[in-house]
């Protein structure tokens, strides 16, 4: 059994990015690493990996990653972006260590850095902007995680109707549920270019439905209608320029309430304290 298994997943379109990733992944020291290539389209080098698996096509983020971790064998699973690039050659080795170190760990959330060596305020899983500081945080960035197989198995995997945008904070909020800790690594770095999410085509809809998705599926009902009309409130005052991005978000507000992923299972209010308590109150 390999100590870690990493799954990477593409579109076949960053041929270059992608040998980049894998290569990072090869130049681990002391460590049984298995690669997991999940491709979501296009035919990219399949040479240098340990497993593939193709869906089909693009089945989206969530369900990618789904199956790239029901075919990884170790107990950690590392997701790692196709234009991502793991730094230091003695990361797995430390994640795992971290993993072993924690009983009750679910969740390592990488430091992202960009090509200057600085990291952005969207890549940060906390209000708190201490890029320096590792801190238990109430989500991650999904292309730079690693989580403990066991409890991803346990509480579902990532919700795939999501099919992307905040499939990570659904899933964080779960473990956290669950009593699992989701932990920022401030030392543990991987780098990613500097893009904007809107750069996503649908990223307007998407984030507005499953943003009512997250809210409907996992919150009590006071929060829940916070949450909505918070995130309703601060869309419109970022989009008011656009008239395409408020219509969109619009349509996914509708959508999210005309519809739903699964049986709605609220947290309780003890873990709505503990949200609060790491800096993040689930209505922001």
Known sequence: MPDISVVILTMGDRPEALARAISSVHRQNDVDAEIVLVINGGDPDRTRVDAVIEPGGNV????????????SSAPVVLFLDDDGELLGDDLLVEISAAFLAREDLGVVALRIVDERGESSRRHHPSLRLNFDRSTDVTSFPGGASAVRTEAFVAVGGLCEQFFYGLEETDLAWRLIERGWV???????????????????????????????????????????????????????????????????????LREGFQSSPRQRAPMSWRTVWRLTRLGRPPVI
């Open 60 to 71: 989206g983020i969530p369900a990618g990653r789904n199956v790239g971790a029901a075919a």
């Open 182 to 252: 989701v932990r920022y690594c401030a030392d543990l770095r991987m780098r990613h270019p500097r893009t904007t999410p809107s750069r996503h085509v649908g990223f307007y809809r998407l984030t507005a439905r499953n943003r009512v998705w997250l809210a409907r599926q996992n919150l009590p009902h006071p929060m829940a209608a916070l949450y909505v009309i918070n995130w309703t409130i601060l869309t419109a005052i970022r989009a008011r320029l656009s008239p395409p991005a408020l219509k969109a978000h619009l349509t996914g």
